[in-house]
């Protein structure tokens, strides 16, 4: 299944060639690679080379290195968690702003909300509503719910209704980076009722089967969200460094 790798890099060559074979589903999740000493063989490399390889796979989610008698490698099917991981090393280094990651919220959620006033059932019609419920508990016990997973999982749970994989991937992380953003900044009540009041009005208007509502609603959330955190963080950046 193997080639040689290349002496230039000879790891970089080993990592594509099980990715590809992965992508291809010449291996599929579950499926064990083959020992030790006849990847070595297929490779032509050295038991380190072909190690550091495999430890680099396994940070990426395609494989599970077993351990014990048995144990070995084995093909992973990549969750969201990794692939969140990955884009946000990469996005680290590009200074995302709250204005990039509302910008994409912009474009996708109004036709989410759409989406489901227009098609949702009468189950998930209810399983939003104890989302928003919950969400309404943890703010009445602690008067703060930024951060707070059911705030999240409003909007999450709109983008895994659509049955969209990318639309789920891209909000997934979207909403992992704007709670790190008021992890940090700490909005305070005032914020979070905004939130819930936002999330009442779309959630009647999906109820409703109201669809232009329902976008309006989610686009008026967004837009106030974008305006509050930018004003926030702002205000941070201006204040005097502690000396």
């Given at each position: 299944?193997?080639?040689?790798?290349?002496?230039?890099?000879?790891?970089t060559?080993?990592?594509?060639?099980v990715?590809?074979?992965?992508?291809?589903?010449?291996?599929?999740?579950?499926q064990?690679l083959?020992?030790?000493?006849d990847?070595i063989?297929?490779?032509?490399?050295?038991?380190?080379?072909?190690r550091?390889?495999?430890?680099?796979?396994?940070?990426?989610?395609?494989?599970?290195i077993?351990?014990?008698?048995?144990?070995?490698p084995v093909?992973?099917e990549?969750?969201?968690?990794?692939?969140?991981?990955?884009?946000?090393n990469f996005?680290?280094?590009?200074?995302?702003?709250?204005?990039?990651?509302?910008e994409?919220?912009?474009i996708?959620?109004?036709?989410?909300?759409?989406l489901?006033?227009?098609?949702?059932?009468?189950?998930e019609i209810?399983?939003?509503?104890?989302?928003?419920?919950k969400?309404r508990?943890?703010?009445?016990?602690k008067?703060n719910v930024?951060?707070a997973?059911?705030?999240?999982?409003?909007?999450?749970f709109l983008?895994q209704?659509?049955?969209?994989?990318?639309?789920?991937?891209?909000?997934?992380?979207?909403?992992?980076?704007?709670?790190?953003?008021k992890?940090?900044?700490?909005?305070?009540?005032?914020?979070?009722?905004?939130v819930?009041?936002s999330?009442e009005?779309?959630?009647?208007?999906?109820k409703?089967g109201?669809?232009d509502?329902?976008?309006?609603a989610?686009?008026?959330?967004?837009?106030?969200?974008?305006?509050?955190?930018?004003a926030m963080?702002?205000?941070?950046?201006?204040?005097?460094?502690?000396?």
């Amino acid at each position: 299944m193997f080639r040689s790798a290349s002496h230039d890099k000879m790891s970089t060559h080993i990592i594509r060639q099980v990715r590809e074979a992965i992508l291809k589903g010449q291996l599929q999740p579950g499926q064990c690679l083959p020992p030790e000493k006849d990847l070595i063989t297929q490779f032509g490399v050295s038991k380190h080379t072909l190690r550091e390889a495999l430890r680099s796979l396994e940070a990426m989610g395609f494989i599970e290195i077993k351990r014990g008698a048995g144990g070995g490698p084995v093909v992973s099917e990549v969750d969201m968690e990794t692939t969140r991981d990955s884009i946000a090393n990469f996005l680290h280094f590009q200074n995302v702003s709250v204005k990039d990651l509302s910008e994409i919220r912009k474009i996708i959620e109004p036709y989410l909300a759409r989406l489901a006033a227009e098609r949702f059932s009468a189950q998930e019609i209810e399983k939003l509503e104890d989302i928003d419920r919950k969400c309404r508990k943890i703010f009445e016990k602690k008067k703060n719910v930024v951060g707070a997973k059911e705030e999240v999982d409003f909007h999450v749970f709109l983008a895994q209704a659509s049955r969209n994989p990318v639309m789920v991937m891209i909000l997934d992380f979207v909403n992992s980076m704007l709670t790190d953003l008021k992890t940090h900044i700490k909005p305070g009540q005032e914020f979070s009722q905004h939130v819930l009041d936002s999330h009442e009005k779309i959630f009647n208007a999906i109820k409703a089967g109201d669809a232009d509502a329902a976008e309006k609603a989610m686009l008026g959330h967004i837009c106030d969200v974008e305006n509050e955190l930018e004003a926030m963080r702002d205000k941070e950046e201006k204040q005097p460094n502690p000396k």
